[in-house]
């Protein structure tokens, strides 16, 4: 059985982590079928937004332990650089949106690849737990650096360090994610909102997380340059004049992500 189901229905790719009697943790070959799929993704025009989700009661429980304590199992060292962070460059670096769709917990690896996307969302019932210190090691697949600006330096700290699960609620509260929604609702809520996006000017979308990745480690005046590039490229699509059009028109604008 395959460890990713993967899907394109309606611009909309949906990726699912498909381990589901051990919560979706992360073997190597899931991790590199993961990074296939993200590949597929950016290469194809259809695909104009992308929604990641976990199969049964988890969304990930990060690292499969069991793989990590094998004799013939790939070494710490490499699960880190040739499993998790390529999955997290290529969902960062990928010019169209990406939801993470957390349907239970997500820990460890699995809490930071939800919270790398660029709109998290989640179950009532879901929880985030950053669960490295448990076993003695450091937050990776880039939470040291997403999750400080995401909720800020003591919390972040605080949730490393001590290891706290965090419930749907109070990490929309502390803007950890976007949104919560009830049990009930959540598989329609959250897949209207990836077909929202992929509805949207995907090329325009796509600008905005660069320029918001650059963000990350620029100074005022190298952004107001980086906004007028990127505005430059964006006035030249042909989604900017139809919205444009639509806007004077007085109608819906209908965007082809071009």
Do not use: W
Not at 101 to 125: E, P, Q, W
Not at 148 to 162: E, T, Y
Not at 180 to 194: N, P
């Amino acid at each position: 059985m395959s460890t990713i189901l993967f899907e394109i229905k309606d611009n909309v790719a949906y990726i699912t982590l498909n381990r589901p009697a051990v919560y979706n943790s992360f073997n190597k070959e899931m991790s590199l079928e993961m990074q296939n799929r993200l590949d597929e993704c950016e290469e194809n025009d259809e695909v104009r937004a992308i929604y990641i989700k976990g199969e049964g009661k988890a969304f990930c429980a990060g690292q499969d332990l069991g793989e990590v304590t094998d004799p013939n199992g790939p070494e710490l060292t490499s699960i880190v650089r040739d499993h998790y962070n390529p999955i997290i460059e290529r969902i960062r670096n990928i010019e169209k949106p990406i939801i993470g769709a957390v349907n239970g917990v997500a820990a460890g690896a699995g809490a930071n690849i939800a919270l790398a996307c660029d709109i998290c969302v989640a179950t009532a019932s879901a929880s985030f737990i950053q669960a490295f210190s448990m076993i003695g090691l450091i937050p990776d697949s880039g939470g040291t650096f997403t999750l400080p600006r995401l909720v800020g330096f003591q919390k972040a700290s605080a949730l490393m360090m001590l290891g706290d699960k965090v419930g749907a609620e109070d990490a929309e509260r502390m803007n950890m994610i976007y949104k919560f929604y009830s049990d009930e609702t959540f598989d329609e809520e959250s897949k209207k909102l990836a077909m929202k996006l992929a509805q949207m000017p995907t090329k325009g979308l796509g600008l905005t997380k660069r320029a918001l990745n650059l963000s990350m480690i620029s100074d005022l005046t190298t952004q107001l340059k980086t906004e007028e590039e990127l505005q430059t490229i964006a006035g030249s699509t042909y989604d900017y004049n139809e919205g444009v059009a639509a806007f004077l028109e007085k109608r819906k604008p209908s965007f082809k992500g071009e």
